[in-house]
């Protein structure tokens, strides 16, 4: 399996920007489709982004579609989640998730490595 470790939350505005890491290690990344959760208190983990492979497909949950753009640097074994305009509602714990399902893997059953999470907080 590949080991992941994300980076980069931290307290936002409301209407502000905010980028979170995550680097891969172990396994070769570039076998991995890769994915964004969140989870916020008192709530399910739910589906926030994946990428493909070779980046070239993207999928988003319709409560971050043009706000947030998925990426990878796959020489540098990194996942990034690149957030615009955030809102209170974003606010959530945003894990890292490697897939070897290709196709939208919006369910978390699909994926088998987990980061440990990365807090994401926005005030208004």
């Known amino acids: 399996q590949v080991q992941l470790v994300e980076s980069g939350g931290g307290l936002v505005q409301a209407g502000g920007s905010l980028r979170v890491s995550c680097v891969a290690s172990?396994?070769?990344?570039?076998?991995?489709?890769m994915g964004w959760f969140r989870q916020a208190p008192g709530k399910e983990r739910e589906f926030v982004a994946k990428?493909?492979?070779?980046?070239?497909?993207?999928y988003y949950a319709d409560s971050v579609k043009g706000r947030f753009t998925i990426s990878r640097d796959n020489a540098k074994n990194t996942l990034y989640l690149q957030m615009n305009n955030l809102k209170r509602e974003d606010t959530a714990v945003y894990y890292c998730?490697?897939?070897?399902?290709?196709?939208?893997?919006?369910?978390?059953?699909?994926?088998?490595?987990w980061g440990q999470g990365t807090q994401v907080t926005v005030s208004s």
């Open positions: 998730a490697a897939s070897t399902w290709s196709g939208s893997g919006r369910s978390e059953n699909l994926y088998n490595s």
């Open positions: 172990g396994r070769t990344f570039t076998s991995y489709d």
């Open positions: 990428i493909s492979t070779n980046g070239r497909l993207t």
